[in-house]
């Protein structure tokens, strides 16, 4: 059967890339209280309170509070760099040394993840039906694996490499999608992403999207008996 093949050889590249991350050099500590000043640049975007902004139809600025923060720092190393391509988020990561970056970062981390960025009420029952046997079981016929086999369980992200995806927006999901397909994006280890969102159809990036938008961006604390 090639689905096994598929998913073992998927997991060992997650696997290796989230060692790779383990292993990386350690970070210096960071310092909250500035990154929380140094967040008043992200929040005519990302909000004060690191919830992200989801215009529909339109842009779509994504969620970062509770997002790992070796993740965020990557991501802006990265902005700056050039590697990961945005016009907006470029000049500021330009205006960032290392210890903002990682100030900021462990600020939005930090802060707690929304319960959901949208409701299952705003999408038809067949494309949420889609979109959650991308992200948990994923389509063996068309060699795409569930989005959970590297972002972890309820993709609630795995170390700094694989983020959180439940609980981001629909949109900032859609776009990121479109961007590893037509490569516009790189910066994912053996390029991974782009290797699957190749696979993806228009559709199935809509479901996915709309799916993991309605999901908890945090797993929900246990009730007391």
């Known amino acids: 059967m090639k689905s096994p093949s598929i998913r073992q050889a998927t997991l060992g590249v997650c696997l290796l890339a989230s060692a790779v991350s383990f292993n990386a050099t350690a970070q210096a500590e960071p310092d909250l209280a500035k990154g929380q000043a140094d967040a008043a640049l992200c929040a005519a975007c990302h909000q ?13 600025w994504p969620r970062l509070a509770g997002l790992d923060a070796g993740y965020m720092v990557q991501q802006l190393q990265d902005f700056k760099s050039g590697k990961r391509q945005n016009i907006s988020m470029q000049p500021f990561a330009q205006m960032l040394d290392e210890q903002q970056m990682i100030n900021v970062s462990a ?25 959650e046997q991308l992200a948990t079981t994923g389509d063996w016929n068309n060699y795409i694996v569930p989005c959970s086999t590297c972002h972890g369980p309820d993709n609630l992200g795995a170390g700094s490499v694989f983020p959180a995806i439940a609980g981001q927006h629909f949109g900032y999901i859609r776009d990121q999608l479109q961007n590893w397909q037509q490569d516009k994006r790189d910066n994912d280890p053996q390029q991974l992403m782009a ?11 809509q479901a996915v999207a709309a799916w993991l938008s309605s999901q908890p961006g945090a797993v929900a604390p246990q009730q007391t008996p």
Request: hydrophobic share 45%; glycine share 6%.
């Open 48 to 60: 004060a309170d690191g919830s992200g902004m989801n215009i529909p139809n339109a842009d779509s």
């Open 107 to 131: 600020w939005f981390a930090s802060l707690p993840a929304p319960a959901a960025v949208a409701s299952s009420d705003s999408y038809p029952a067949e494309q949420l039906a889609r979109g």
């Open 195 to 205: 290797a699957i969102a190749k696979r993806m159809t228009s559709d199935d990036i």
